[in-house]
């Protein structure tokens, strides 16, 4: 069974960082891409950042471009999204999902088949 954790959320000031990991277990995390993705309240989830199975490729999107990066370590399993700058616009439900298939990743939520439970993230001005 393909459990997704997320793990690194909390409180933080306007302007401080945060890291995000993600465990995968039941699968094995070097056949596929991940992605990020963040649900603030009242609000549709959204992308937020996606790496491809080799790590050769990243994608953001335009609102945390510069600030986020997404990375990934095969042999641990884990993906992780390092957070900097943060703003309050940034506060949300952040969720991992594996991509389906062993394709490359995409921004679009439909083409992950796995989700995290998600981690929240309150960014204080």
């Known amino acids: 069974q393909v459990q997704l954790v997320e793990s690194g959320g909390g409180l933080v000031q306007a302007g401080g960082s945060l890291r995000l990991s993600c465990a995968v277990s039941?699968?094995?995390?070097?056949?596929?891409?991940m992605g990020w993705f963040r649900q603030a309240p009242g609000k549709a989830r959204e992308f937020v950042a996606a790496?491809?199975?080799?790590?050769?490729?990243?994608y953001y999107a335009d609102s945390v471009k510069g600030r986020f990066t997404i990375s990934r370590d095969n042999a641990k399993n884990t993906v992780y999204l390092q957070m900097n700058s943060l703003k309050p616009e940034d506060t949300a439900v952040y969720y991992c999902?594996?991509?389906?298939?062993?394709?490359?990743?995409?921004?679009?939520?439909?083409?992950?088949?796995?989700w995290g439970q998600g981690t929240q993230v309150t960014v204080s001005s």
């Open positions: 790496i491809a199975w080799s790590a050769g490729s990243a």
């Open positions: 999902a594996r991509r389906r298939g062993g394709y490359a990743p995409t921004r679009y939520e439909d083409d992950y088949d796995y």
């Open positions: 039941g699968s094995t995390l070097s056949r596929y891409a």
